[in-house]
């Protein structure tokens, strides 16, 4: 069965650094695949999704997610924090024509440092 | 316009008791999907109505769950009677296509705790 596999459970950035939350996917097809992210109190939004046109995909609110099929990673970057990008964020997987259903990984918590 | 709206926002109740949450979509989509999330773990799908029809229901954990979507509109999704393990959030999401074109939008969920 397929997977996505997000890599710490919460990551801890300084306001300015580079942001990298990790993702890997497991599956011989490569899926579509999605970033979620959830605001306090909020229900999850799409950030972005890479549907095999263009490997690196460009989101909202400055994030950007590169598809590597090699290493199965769909990691999603921000070059610099601000203290809004603090929330939960999802990455998840969809394949056309199998079950029809989203996979969800289990969530990175981004904290934010001042 | 009006988002996924859901109600409760947060349940608690004693295992044994019974709870109803609902679900409103955005007007006019008519895929309406339950996810469950439990504490630490992923965002797992339950099932998915087209209309007030069940598409698949592959998720629903047991026969305690009991999931409704009468007229299209609206969906409740009951539990009878709760368990502790079944705490943890509850989303609700919907769309107007499915497949590639999908855009889920997902309401804030439920959070039910089950003491």
């Known amino acids: 069965a397929q997977s996505v596999t997000q890599l710490g459970s919460h990551v801890s950035v300084s306001e300015g650094a580079l942001v990298l939350l990790r993702c890997n996917y497991s599956?011989?097809?490569?899926?579509?695949l999605f970033w979620y992210v959830q605001y306090p109190n909020q229900g999850l939004q799409l950030l972005l999704k890479?549907?095999?046109?263009?490997?690196l995909v460009k989101g909202i609110n400055g994030f950007e997610a590169e598809f590597k099929k090699s290493e199965t990673s769909f990691h999603l970057t921000k070059p610099s924090a601000h203290m809004s990008d603090a929330a939960e964020y999802f990455c998840?997987?969809?394949?056309?024509?199998?079950?029809?259903?989203?996979?969800f990984g289990k969530g990175t918590r981004l904290h934010i440092l001042p | 316009e009006a988002g996924v709206t859901q109600f409760p926002s947060h349940s608690v109740i004693e295992k044994g008791q019974t709870v109803t949450l609902r679900c409103d979509p955005i007007s006019g989509h008519d895929n309406l999907y339950w996810y469950r999330r439990v504490m630490g773990k992923e965002i797992k799908f339950l099932l998915h109505?087209?209309?007030?029809?069940?598409?698949?229901e592959s998720g629903m954990p047991n026969n305690r769950f009991l999931a409704e979507r009468t007229g299209g509109t609206y969906s409740t999704l009951k539990v009878q009677p709760a368990e502790l393990e079944d705490s943890g959030v509850y989303f609700c999401a919907s769309s107007l296509y499915r497949g590639l074109r999908e855009k889920l939008f997902f309401g804030s969920g439920t959070q039910l705790s089950v003491l």
């Open positions: 890479y549907t095999s046109a263009a490997t």
């Open positions: 599956s011989s097809v490569p899926p579509y």
């Open positions: 998840a997987a969809f394949h056309m024509n199998r079950d029809d259903k989203i996979i």
């Open positions: 109505f087209v209309k007030e029809s069940k598409q698949d």
